[in-house]
């Protein structure tokens, strides 16, 4: 009997889901356990905390005696691990929300996160995504947190998108952006930001959040025999919809919102095919009055938001180097 090659493909391609369900599953499984042996180790040492950090050392020196292959008992481990279950002390939610992270990631929020509040953000956040340990720290070194959750965003997405398509695209952009990873120069037009983005899509991606893909810049539109460009194209899987990206490098403007409200408009009846939720539009600009951004979208027909974006958050090192330190000035003022 000969094989159906469709049917085979199909065969093979639901074999393979399988396996990787159960791969996924036996990590988070074998995850969960290491952090909750660690989370026992913390309690344990903390209830014995007034034998002073020569306990701890003993203990680092007897457990790795005895595993001399595992390398998770280290002295300082064993502090994390006590800082660990201080942290967390209802062990219930430990296992339930805390132990979808590595412990490697566990470690960089306890050094890095002060706020419960924030930490768990990041928690959720890092298994949403699957951040690696770097991303991780990237992501809270950029303050995604405030930029994300705490920023004033400029839109009329309540009033343009249903829900819960709203509520998910506000949760969605970010004010400001962080591009630091393009090189700062005085002459910098939209053209130049737009190819340092594109040169390094994947960082952009990134900064922009889970989801987008993305399509191309300049990406072009005929409409009535002209000829228009997009500075750049996404579609979120997420939001379920096109994304239209328009880069200023001055001050928002209101005639901004009026453009690319009419692209918005040439991709929903170019592109959008039924499946897709109405199209979104960002303006990033280099700054914005919030009050002139907010009038400017009240009666704009399109879902449009409007945020900062930001070249560079620290200075360059030769540049760095040539300002006196804060030291310096104290100094002086004496």
């Not at 913390?42 to 020196?61: A, M, P, T, Y």
């Not at 499946?275 to 990033?284: A, Q, T, V």
Request: a neutral charge; charged letters at 25%.
């Amino acid at each position: 009997m000969l094989i159906n090659t469709k049917e085979y493909l199909s065969i093979v391609e639901s074999i393979k889901q399988e396996i990787k369900t159960v791969q996924y599953k036996t990590m988070q499984h074998a995850n969960t356990n290491l952090l909750m042996l660690y989370y026992e180790i913390g309690r344990i040492i903390n209830k014995h905390k007034s034998w002073g950090n020569k306990f701890i050392d003993n203990l680092s020196s007897d457990l790795r005696l005895t595993f001399p292959d595992s390398k998770g008992y280290s002295s300082r481990n064993l502090k994390y691990m006590a800082k660990f279950a201080l942290t967390y002390p209802d062990r219930e939610f430990v296992q339930q929300i805390v132990a979808q992270i590595p412990w490697g990631h566990h470690i960089v929020l306890l050094d890095k996160i002060s706020n419960p509040e924030v930490r768990i953000w990041y928690i959720h956040k890092t298994a949403e995504n699957g951040w690696s340990r770097n991303v991780l720290i990237h992501q809270i070194e950029s303050n995604l947190y405030q930029r994300q959750v705490l920023a004033n965003k400029t839109s009329n997405f309540g009033h343009r998108l249903p829900s819960p398509q709203s509520e998910l695209a506000i949760q969605t952009i970010k004010d400001p952006y962080i591009f630091d990873f393009i090189q700062l120069r005085e002459d910098m037009v939209e053209r130049d930001i737009e190819q340092a983005l594109v040169h390094d899509v994947t960082k952009l991606l990134l900064e922009l959040g889970t989801g987008f893909a993305f399509l191309g810049n300049q990406y072009h539109l005929k409409v009535g025999g002209d000829d228009f460009y997009l500075d750049l194209l996404f579609y979120n899987l997420n939001l379920r919809c096109y994304v239209v990206i328009e880069l200023k490098t001055g001050e928002f403007k209101p005639e901004y919102a009026g453009q690319l409200n009419f692209y918005l408009s040439a991709v929903d009846e170019l592109l959008k095919n039924d499946m897709d939720n109405p199209s979104i539009g960002l303006l990033l600009c280099k700054s914005k009055n919030a009050l002139v951004a907010e009038y400017s979208l009240k009666d704009i027909s399109k879902p449009i938001g409007v945020s900062e974006y930001k070249i560079t958050s620290h200075l360059p090192d030769d540049l760095e180097k040539q300002l006196p330190s804060v030291e310096d000035i104290q100094n002086r003022i004496k």
